[in-house]
């Protein structure tokens, strides 16, 4: 079963930055995507972006565009993102995620698909 290990969350002043890491306990190409999604404390959770498999594809949110980056380092199988201009809607658990089937549409983003969970990373931004 693969495991997923976030990090490099922690508190930071509105216009910040932050990097998370997701390292995972397999090849990141043998999965259809790995995701990043977040969930803020009453909120539903949010799919944030996603990379496929073979880096080819990716997705962001609306909420997020422009400021988020996602990438990765298959020799490392670890997945990142680089979050700019942070601003206090974005303080929420962070989790990555894998998914190992196939996504279409909505699905990319929406998180029921992905089999393979982290156990969350907290980002606050606060003054």
């Known amino acids: 079963q693969l495991q997923l290990v976030e990090s490099g969350g922690g508190l930071v002043q509105p216009g910040g930055s932050l990097r998370l890491s997701c390292s995972t306990s397999g090849f990141i190409s043998d999965y259809t995507a790995i995701g990043w999604f977040r969930q803020a404390p009453g909120k539903e959770r949010e799919g944030v972006s996603c990379i496929s498999g073979d880096g080819s594809t990716i997705f962001y949110s609306d909420s997020v565009k422009g400021r988020f980056t996602i990438s990765r380092d298959n020799a490392k199988n670890t997945v990142y993102l680089q979050m700019n201009s942070l601003n206090v809607e974005d303080t929420a658990v962070y989790y990555c995620?894998?998914?190992?089937?196939?996504?279409?549409?909505?699905?990319?983003?929406?998180?029921?698909?992905?089999?393979?969970w982290g156990q969350g990373t907290q980002v606050t931004v606060s003054s």
């Open positions: 995620a894998a998914a190992s089937g196939p996504l279409y549409g909505t699905a990319w983003l929406g998180g029921y698909e992905y089999d393979y």
